[in-house]
């Protein structure tokens, strides 16, 4: 079961995106109020570094951004050191701690037309990437030698409608993006081509792909669609770019699915529905190879009084998920297995 | 907006913005006063009343659209993209053309001209495709055996068009030329008085209508920074109206001028207010017609371009005893395969620091941009060719920052990847397997296997720039440079 541990309303208006430090110690949240705003565990003695179902969290600082433009999404680099924030007014600033431990803004990117929808860094930190509503997946890197330069590395309009979101390989430097247009597409530097492709487009969604995520591998990537199914896909031993869906779990979603986030370290599903609700999906260990990628709702809780905008799993601490809502509530839960 | 032809950076800024900036969708000029119906508010889109000939072009003069198609259709479709399309659409070229034929054939005095010009990258992609299969022309070229390719090609073209009705086809390097000769001028210019207005530089080329489009539109501080040369298409548009027509007699709406050319955005580029005579209500280029549109023409008609005998190729410029050379070839220019005008300025830059060296492109952080530095006392020079959306984006993000004293002084900028070679309306490959860029290397090549122009042999640079008369004075400012102009984004007030 989901056990509740804190309940955070520090935002004003719906909340849109939760992101966890790489450490799994902190985490960023974001929304209408176009603030970002950082919580940590309460009371962050020395001595204890776990997190467990009695930890609490706070809120540490409160980052009032220039944004114009309600903040849709946040994201921190590996390294923990920067965080992007995504707005609607098209463009994504970098924040970075100074030694006051003051957040400031190093650098503004522009480069979208109108609202940026979600960014995400890769893991090996070269890179980031934004989509927007133009349709368009931008892929940057950051210099930071003194300076924050930023390249804009590739552009990609291979979607035919508005990109909602963008989520990298665990380990390397591999993109997805999930889009109105109902599908997903994978995208690869060629380090031949001097340039990223788009490698697959993994169709058969119904409606807007609105999340992805990787399995802890990186060899299976689960959707969550407007058309109220998730999906799992994996991708062939002897072509690593072809993708096919081998499971749709459908008729638990009572609304569309807005997140999807799988746990890298305990292989849980969770997922974000605009019917209030977080589900838990765990898969049953397959007796043989035909039995793989069979997935039971493990657990289901309302858990904000409005649609839930986003669930991530700690990438540290086991079991422990965030979530946000439209209802402005961050919430942290711990997963107890019963 | 998935029409083909037009380079992605123009895909991505919507066409729409560029022709009908109002809300009432009507040009400017004439402004009109909706009249209230007691159903659904009217739109209406009228055209530039441009004539050919004397005769305005047969297209939808008015068309109206609901209110209610307006709001349930994410682009407005009849506005900009398919008005201009059709007006340049080779349907009615080779309406226009065989109405010509017709007319001369008849002995009709018409009064007429139509000109054609080849772009040369469009003459390179065509020859690739329809001259000879790959191994055969590797053979050919190796040995020297025929005419070069895209020379035959250029011929075949001018049989092509003159048989559907075309009165003369010339090649564009009188045209690149002057535009190198100018760029040159105005870069060493604004260099002279950097220290006056450090923002002069850099300088950033204004020949690629995607790149000058996108910029107009989203990055409008940026404007100050292109280079207000006109790229060759127009300035042989206005060098066949302006100084050549009157030569022959004929008033710019009797010169009928199409360009071949490797994209769409140079239709764009031509139905641009600033390239209509406004006295004579005449485009400096009347259309544009590309490579894609030629096949399709030819299939349609269920022809091949090697059914055409090849013709001599024209020389409208032809002044005093007339001597060819010049005009009947194509050519290519030193440098990148877009016309090589950083490599140009590289090289005059060079010439008067002294330098004898030829120009080492250093590739940047990826293929498809390069770096070439002049060191004089003062400092290092820096010249950078820099093509497709990435590069352009990093560019334009330095020129908003102080991270602008680290770019180049010039910048060569083209929209498509690679370059013109790679306009997006150029033919694509017929080998399935072969990816866009090996394409473009195989085009570059064929490029630059072409006779180098020489600028200063050019015996008509000289003649033209006497016709042209002082600098300072109308005809040579209207042939040679244009400005630019921020689009105003049109805000429909919609909160997401």
Known sequence: MLKLISNLNNHKGKVWSVAWNPTGASFAS????????IYQKEGSSNTDNEITEDTRWTLAKKIGTNHERTIRDVAWSPCGKYIAVASFDATISIWEKNKSNEYECVTTVEGHENEVKSVSWSPSGQYFASCSRDKNVMIWSMSADGEYDIECESVHSAHTQDVKRVVWHPTEDILLSASYDDTIKVYRNDPNDGDWACTATLQGHESTVWSVDFDSTGSRIVSASDDRSIRIWTNSKDNENRWSCVSKLEGY??????????????GLIATACGDDHIRIFKEISAVNELERNVFDLAFTVKAHSSDVNRVQWNPKAEGILASCSDDGCVKIWKWIDV | ???????????????????????ECIKPAQPLKPTPQPSAAKVRIELEDVSIGGVVPQVPQKVEINLTDCLACSGCITSAESILISQQSPEELVRILEKNKNSKQAKVDNNFLAIVTLGTQAVISLARKYLVPPQEMAERLAARKYLVPPQEMAERLAGFFKDLGADKVITITLAEDLCLIESGKEFVEKLENINRDPTSLPIISGVCPGWVCYAEKLHPYAIKNISRVKSPQQIMGSLLKLVYGPRVNHSPDEIYHVSLMSCFDRKLEASRKDFILEEYRSKEVDSVITPLEIENLLESIGKHLLDYEPANLDNPFEFGNGSLGIGASIMSHLGSGSGGFAEYIFRIMSAKHGIQADVTWIVGRNPDISEAVIPTPTGDLKFSVATGFRNIQTIVRKLKTKMRANLPHYIEIMACPTGCLNGGAQLRSQDSEQGGRELSCDLEKMYHELPAEILQDNPFVEQIYNLLGNPDGKLYNDVLYTDFHAIEKSNLGIKW
């Not at chain 1, 979603?253 to 305990?266: G, L």
């Not at chain 2, 907006?1 to 809300?23: H, N, V």
Request: with cysteine; aromatic share 8%.
């Open chain 2, 1 to 23: 907006m998935s029409t083909p032809g037009f380079s992605s950076i123009l895909k991505l800024t919507e066409l729409d913005d560029f022709i009908a900036p109002s809300q």
């Open chain 1, 30 to 37: 974001c929304g209408e109020d176009k603030a970002v705003n």
């Open chain 1, 253 to 266: 979603h009572h609304r569309p699915v807005y997140d999807v986030s799988w746990s890298k370290t305990n």
